[in-house]
Nanobody, 119 residues
Framework: QVQLVESGGDLVQAGGSLRLSCAIS????????VGWYRQAPGKQRELIAD???????TYTDFTKGRFTISRDYAKNMLYLEIDNLKQEDTAKYYC?????????????WGQGIQVTVSS
């Protein structure tokens, strides 16, 4: 199975930048997709971006060039850089993976990390 641990969340001012990190451990060869989601208070969890096993990257429309996902395979790390932070980016951010485990594809989540953007 796969374990995911996020770090890098913070209280930041609007207009600033932040980089979130996700340490990936476990059976790396079993992973199909890794990505970042977020959930704001009172809203559903939403996909930000993900990276397929092939390396293809997909961004959700709202990211509008402010979000950059990247993966360091040597360090088993996943990153999300957010530029020009806005108050509406305030949310709990989650690292996610789809991976094979016990003969089936399972979803794995990190514990989530808070990002708060102040005016």
């Amino acid at each position: 199975q796969v374990q995911l641990v996020e770090s890098g969340g913070d209280l930041v001012q609007a207009g600033g930048s932040l980089r979130l990190s996700c340490a990936i451990s476990g059976d790396d060869d079993s992973i199909n997709t890794v990505g970042w989601y977020r959930q704001a208070p009172g809203k559903q969890r939403e996909l930000i971006a993900d990276i397929l096993r092939s390396g293809k990257i997909t961004y959700t429309d709202f990211t509008k060039g402010r979000f950059t996902i990247s993966r360091d395979y040597a360090k088993n790390m996943l990153y999300l850089e957010i530029d020009n932070l806005k108050q509406e980016d305030t949310a709990k951010y989650y690292c996610h993976a789809d991976a094979w485990y016990e003969g089936d594809v399972h979803e794995f989540w990190g514990q989530g990390i808070q990002v708060t953007v102040s005016s």
